[in-house]
């Protein structure tokens, strides 16, 4: 299965504006807009979120890259290309969960 196939198994994220990334103290470390070209990872990381009560563990990490399927291939491929599956490759080698905010649309 390729990530277009994958993302129409995922839940809709009609009603996201955003995807925010949290440190330990919950302040906002980036943002994932839901816009063209982001859409995707906003997808897979809404569907890590809500399936793993908010946080990306090492183990969602490492689903969330299952799920980007072809590209993150690529993204190992070419480091840097693909900055939000660089975010979980990293998180999926590491040990702490990282709190994920979904701003509403």
Not at 44 to 71: D, M, N, W
Not at 89 to 95: R, Y
Request: proline content about 7%; overall charge neutral.
């Amino acid at each position: 299965m390729n990530f277009a196939d994958q993302l129409k198994q995922l839940p809709s994220i009609a009603h996201v504006a955003a995807i925010e990334l949290l440190d330990a103290s919950g302040q906002v470390v980036d943002r994932i807009p839901n816009q063209p070209g982001k859409a995707g990872s906003v997808a897979v990381y809404h569907a890590l979120a809500q399936k793993h009560g908010g946080v990306i563990t090492p183990a969602a990490a490492a689903e969330g890259l299952a799920l980007f399927c072809e590209h993150t291939a690529a993204a190992r491929a070419h480091p840097g290309s693909h900055p939000n599956i660089d975010r979980l490759l990293a998180w999926a080698e590491g040990t702490a969960s990282h709190p994920v905010r979904i701003v509403l649309a």
